[in-house]
């Protein structure tokens, strides 16, 4: 999806983002957590590189996801290895709270000037890097449902797959079952799923199994082996329906999910100075548009244009967001269940 001009500017010019003094005189390398799949694999291949260079540094990526990230930086508190970790918006709470991540240096990140301030999280604990709609996905020969309670008919019988109660959308399917119980929207149906556990048990028949890797279950959507998937973030979707596969994203009349990808600052992790102008880098305009472009992600930062085949795929600028109502859950409120509600959905859907 990127285009020769941007690649150009990500690959053979170097950005502009000012040198940090002091880095020079320290040894020069980082450890950054990074997520694996497509998007992990162009942060090493075009953004990592270009950044060493600028830097004359080594930035080593160890791949992982949000739950697993948070593991890592608990394990290494005392002796820190990463200097950066991506983790999704869900999880700055609780590393803020356990005292694993640092407030960011604004005056040392620019790029912040662009930021929108909603993709700032827990008072300047973490920016947002790419923001996905969460919503089904089905295979492009089955006329996807209007309402979410559709779901629950019987012509769904053993055809749709189920997120695994592990991956962070399992929380967006109890959200969805609260609104259908209840008839309230997403906002006020999150503070009432313990209403909705019947309503969670009667999708079983329908439930032809669960999945844990977006991808391969989209792959598998594709080629007709269910209608639908529920629930799902669209950089695992969108990628394949570009390349015309039969497979896409559908959002019913309750409403998108937004699925959000961070940054933050490991507390005390090394090289500080530099961990923070890779963070800077991360959200320059100039990267954000071919990630963008690339993982077909909305970008987190303003004075962004795409070209009417990209933007297509994306909830941008900010006001198309809002357009679309994409919603984002307390996560505050929902971390401190989630164990006990994974543990009652995993009962539910040992199938």
């Known amino acids: 999806m990127m285009t020769t001009t941007t690649r150009r500017l990500l690959l053979g010019t170097a950005l502009a983002i000012p040198f940090v003094k002091g880095v020079a005189a320290q ?71 356990e005292g694993l991540i640092a407030e960011l240096p604004r005056d040392k990140m620019p790029a912040m000037a662009n930021l929108y301030p909603r993709f700032l999280y827990n008072e300047g604990y973490g920016t947002a890097l790419g923001i996905s709609l969460g919503g089904i996905f089905h295979n492009t020969r089955v006329r996807p449902p209007e309402s979410y309670a559709d779901l629950w008919d019987s012509r769904y019988r053993g055809k749709l797959k189920l997120v695994s109660p ?33 309503r969670i048990a009667a999708l079983k028949p329908n439930i032809q199994n669960l999945f844990g890797d977006g991808i391969q279950a989209a792959n598998e959507v594709a080629q007709g082996q269910a209608d639908i998937g529920l629930l799902e973030y669209s950089k695992y979707v969108y990628p394949y329906t570009a390349r015309r596969a039969p497979v896409t994203m559908a959002f019913p009349k309750e409403g998108a ?33 071919p990630f963008s472009e690339f993982a077909l992600t909305t970008p987190p930062v303003s004075g962004i244009t795409f070209s009417a085949d990209t933007q297509r795929w994306i909830a ?33 859907f040992s199938l």
């Open 257 to 289: 999910f937004a699925g959000t990808n961070c940054q933050v600052l490991v507390k005390n992790g090394p090289n500080q100075e530099l961990a923070v102008a890779f963070m800077n880098r991360m959200i320059e305009p100039t990267v954000q548009k």
């Open 316 to 348: 941008y600028p900010v006001e198309e967001m809002d357009r679309r109502g994409l919603f984002t859950p307390d996560w505050t409120y929902i971390n401190a269940r989630r164990s006990a509600w994974t543990e009652r959905l995993n009962r539910i």
């Open 27 to 97: 040894t020069r390398e980082i450890v950054v957590g990074i997520w694996g799949g497509a998007q992990g694999d162009f942060v090493k291949r075009q953004i990592i590189p270009a950044f060493e260079r600028d830097f004359s540094c080594k930035v080593l990526a160890e791949e992982g996801f949000t739950l697993a990230n948070l593991a890592k930086m608990r394990a290494t508190k005392d002796n820190p290895r990463f200097s950066v970790m991506f983790i999704d918006d869900l999880a700055i709470p609780i590393a803020k709270a």
């Open 166 to 198: 592990n991956n962070t959308p399992s929380m967006f399917f109890l959200i969805v079952a609260a609104a259908v119980e209840t008839g309230k929207p997403y906002a006020e149906a999150q503070y009432e799923i313990d209403k909705a556990w019947d």
